[in-house]
């Protein structure tokens, strides 16, 4: 019979969770595998990234700077210019998504035939739901 995880594994597994659900999201790695090149724009991520909207980046920047992995500078020009950066910690995040990618690059067929295989089962040729 399983044991339930002591109080002080539940914490740390929640505490650990909130970090992940930020550098696990997909704009979190496609905006820290940009600024690893060097530090850019706001407009130059956004154009980067491509698809994403102004208020997501926006939203994802700010949590990668509370986190400490993103810096932001403001330089005193007419209009005021923005740069964002990788920090030490954000530049050590960059060798994990650097892995997660490559294994991506890696898999990405095999996983897009599963897909097709998986919705071909579940929704049949004519997409009206199969056996399930």
């Known amino acids: 019979m399983d044991m339930p995880a002591s109080p002080a594994v539940s914490a740390q597994c929640h505490k650990v969770g909130k970090v992940l659900a930020i550098v696990g999201d997909k704009w979190t790695v496609m905006i820290v595998r940009i600024l690893v090149e060097r530090p850019h724009r706001f407009n130059e991520i956004k154009r980067t990234v491509g698809g994403i909207s102004q208020q997501m980046l926006t939203r994802t920047l700010k949590a990668l700077e509370r986190d400490g992995m993103v ?48 919705d071909q089962d579940k929704h049949g040729p004519t997409g009206r739901g199969g056996s399930e």
């Open 71 to 118: 810096s932001r500078t403001v330089y005193p020009t007419v209009p005021p210019q923005v740069e964002y950066a990788l920090t030490k910690l954000g530049q050590s995040l960059a060798v994990p998504v650097r892995a997660l990618g490559a294994w991506a690059g890696e898999h990405i067929d095999e996983i897009e035939n599963n897909r097709a295989r998986y």
